[in-house]
């Protein structure tokens, strides 16, 4: 892999310029990642070339806009293997995937007492659907904690999912503390008490080699802003039996089978689910990401970002000034590193960073009960992808110390 990250950096044009005068470090890759010229340049091809609706007309340019989208599910049903591509429901992404989930799979199993199990290290987008729907149905959610290093607490899990439990949703990988959660683990407990299975795979499907079959998962979302694809799209999958009970999410165009006056009937799955018009280019770039991240390997972005946690995350641990959030240890941890600086403000500590060409995430993350649990307002947060170096890392380190030294002189002189 390191042999390779010359030729991987030169695929990524935006990461050749300087940020308040020093070379762009771009760490905020669980917020969106940076895309490659294969992307793009499918983008453009699709928007110059083949340009028009899908699954309507039989003119030339509708039948390879419509070819080039269903080869884009197919990619992605290989990409994360699933059984089959009609597994493969295109979104917004995680959001509205988890969003479609809760809003018809949710509102038809969820009733009155029943139990909907999440994780206290939730995003919002995998917590207020879930919360919501609880209220609306008078049913009960349900909250796995954590171990003292930052890990799910499986011990809670088996004592949190009951036969009462008709939902479990829990993240592949927290977008705060880089926790990788056992989610086949998980699953196999949600089966045996009867309970469906979802999972967020945000944080997961860019990094890491996802076998949804594997898993066992019932749903599983993600979004291709997240694996180098272009923003508003993403993914659903969900096992056939589960989409074929699940009633479509919204209605119009596509989506049916036949329209009568007082009645109608819907298309097969996926389609069922994409009413209207469709990020079609959007699609076809995120299939595009797909065959990048595949010719690359998903074990070989694994193993770099590993080597990059491994180099890192011992050197801000030993830091006595640097408060690290999640597992210590790095073979428990994605590219997510939280920390904070001791009596900073973690958004001065963005600032501060940025001004040395350093790009980092602070704030809540979209996961305030989290953050309540932790007993913080907010972090920083740096994360790492594949075009991330070691030389990134020191980078950051050695922006840390200086944002040290400067706040630290600044209140010596206050004084």
Not at 168 to 190: D, F, R, Y
Not at 218 to 240: C, E, Q
Request: net charge negative; proline share 4%; hydrophobic share 40%.
């Amino acid at each position: 892999m390191d042999n390779k990250l010359t030729t991987i950096r030169a695929d990524f044009p935006i990461l050749n310029q300087d940020v308040n005068g020093e070379p762009l470090v771009y760490l905020d890759n669980a917020a969106t990642a940076q895309k490659p010229l294969e992307v793009t340049e499918a983008l453009i091809h699709f928007y110059e070339t083949d340009n028009a609706n899908v699954h309507r007309g039989v003119h030339t340019l509708a039948e390879r806009a419509t070819e080039q989208y269903e080869i884009a599910r197919g990619k992605l049903q290989k990409f994360i293997n699933a059984a089959e591509p009609a597994e493969v429901v295109f979104t917004k992404g995680t959001t509205d995937s988890l969003n479609l989930i809760a809003s018809t799979y949710g509102q038809q199993v969820i009733h009155e007492g029943d139990e909907i199990v999440i994780s206290i290290m939730e995003h919002h987008s995998n917590l207020i659907p879930w919360q919501q729907l609880a209220n609306q149905k008078h049913a009960t959610l349900k909250y796995i904690g954590l171990t003292e290093d930052g890990e799910l607490d499986m011990a809670d899990a088996e004592a949190k999912i009951t036969d009462k439990t008709k939902i479990v949703s829990v993240a592949h990988a927290s977008n705060v503390m880089g926790t990788i959660n056992p989610i086949k683990e998980l699953t196999e407990i949600a089966h045996r008490h009867g309970a469906t299975m979802v999972c967020d795979g945000a944080q997961a499907v860019p990094h890491t080699a996802v076998d949804v079959q594997d898993l066992d998962v019932d749903f599983y979302a993600f979004s291709g802003h997240k694996m180098m694809g272009p923003t508003g799209i993403g993914v659903l999958y969900g096992k056939r039996a589960f989409l074929e009970a699940t009633n479509p999410y919204q209605y119009g165009g596509e989506m049916i089978n036949f329209v009568h006056k007082f009645d109608s009937t819907w298309n097969e799955i996926p389609w069922k689910f994409e009413a209207g018009t469709q990020n079609i280019a959007g699609a076809i770039g995120l299939g595009a990401a797909a065959d990048y991240l595949s010719q690359i390997g998903m074990d070989n972005v694994a193993s770099h970002e590993q080597e990059l946690v491994d180099y890192l995350l011992p050197k801000l641990e030993a830091d006595e000034d640097v408060e690290v959030y999640g597992p210590a240890n790095p073979d428990k941890h994605t590219g997510v590193i939280a920390f904070n600086i001791k009596g900073l403000h973690p958004h001065d500590v963005a600032t501060a960073l940025d001004m040395e060409g350093i790009a980092v995430r602070a704030g809540h993350h979209c996961a305030q009960p989290l953050m309540d649990e932790l007993g913080l307002v907010a972090t920083a947060r740096a994360s790492f992808y594949l075009y991330n170096t070691k030389q990134d890392a020191d980078k950051l380190l050695a922006a840390i110390a200086e944002t040290k030294e400067f706040f630290s002189n600044g209140i010596v002189e206050a004084k």
